[in-house]
């Protein structure tokens, strides 16, 4: 499809498992960026990447969450030792430049037991 | 500190009527962009409307409109002739020099027959 893709489209494990969650942005997009949105908000930045290179890693929580994109396309965010309150909806968006709109995908809606 | 203040949590409008949805901003920054987001029921986040902090004249996509006015910062989305489709979550987000998008609390728009 033309669209950001994101995988798994759910996720549900248990507390203490880590998590990995992928981002194929749409072909040609330079910049990525990751959110987080809880249920009845807006999302809220986590990371973005322009190319391979992670310019602002300022929104996520702490170090168990962490960022790649090591070819400059797909992109993973991984979550270390889950806990209850990382449950969220994480979108990922891209667009052609960093002063360009960004388009989201269909996000990845994670539910920690 | 940068902010996006959309103080309706609700709105309804009838069926081919135009609606006004509230954002005002808060930046230091000289640049940035502003921009309107729409999250149906069926979760997925469509981007509507774009307004740079340069353009001298208001944006406009098909019905929506952007009513910018920099002095009262304040980025209003007009949607004209309203459908029932359009009922959904409306965002408004602001990029400052970061890149990154903030995003607002959200209105609810219902549109009735």
């Known amino acids: 499809g033309a669209g950001v893709s994101q995988s798994p489209r759910y996720k549900v494990t248990k507390r203490g498992q880590d998590v990995a969650l992928r981002c194929d942005p749409i072909?040609?997009?330079?910049?990525l960026y990751w959110y987080r949105q809880a249920l009845g908000q807006g999302p809220e930045f986590l990371t973005y990447?322009?190319?391979?290179?992670?310019?602002?890693k300022s929104g996520l929580p702490n170090d168990r969450f962490s960022a790649e994109r090591p070819e400059g396309s797909i992109s993973t965010l991984t979550i270390q030792r889950t806990e209850q309150r990382d449950s969220a909806m994480y979108r990922c968006?891209?667009?052609?430049?960093?002063?360009?709109?960004?388009?989201f995908g269909d996000g990845t809606r994670l539910s920690i037991l | 500190a940068q902010k996006i203040t959309q103080t309706q949590p609700g709105m309804f409008v009838q069926e081919k009527e135009a609606v006004t949805l509230d954002c005002t901003y808060d930046t230091s920054d000289p640049s940035y962009g502003l921009f309107w987001y729409k999250q149906p029921s069926s979760g997925e986040m469509i981007f509507l409307i774009y307004q740079g902090s340069y353009d001298q004249q208001n944006a406009t996509e098909g019905r929506y409109s952007l009513n910018f006015q920099k002095a009262r910062k304040s980025a209003n989305l007009v949607i004209s002739a309203s459908q029932l489709g359009d009922s959904a979550m409306y965002f408004c987000?602001?990029?400052?020099?970061?890149?990154?998008?903030?995003f607002g609390t959200g209105t609810r728009l219902q549109v009735f027959p």
């Open positions: 968006a891209s667009s052609p430049n960093p002063d360009q709109p960004q388009h």
């Open positions: 990447f322009n190319y391979e290179a992670q310019q602002d």
């Open positions: 072909s040609g997009h330079v910049s």
């Open positions: 987000a602001m990029r400052d020099g970061t890149d990154k998008l903030i």
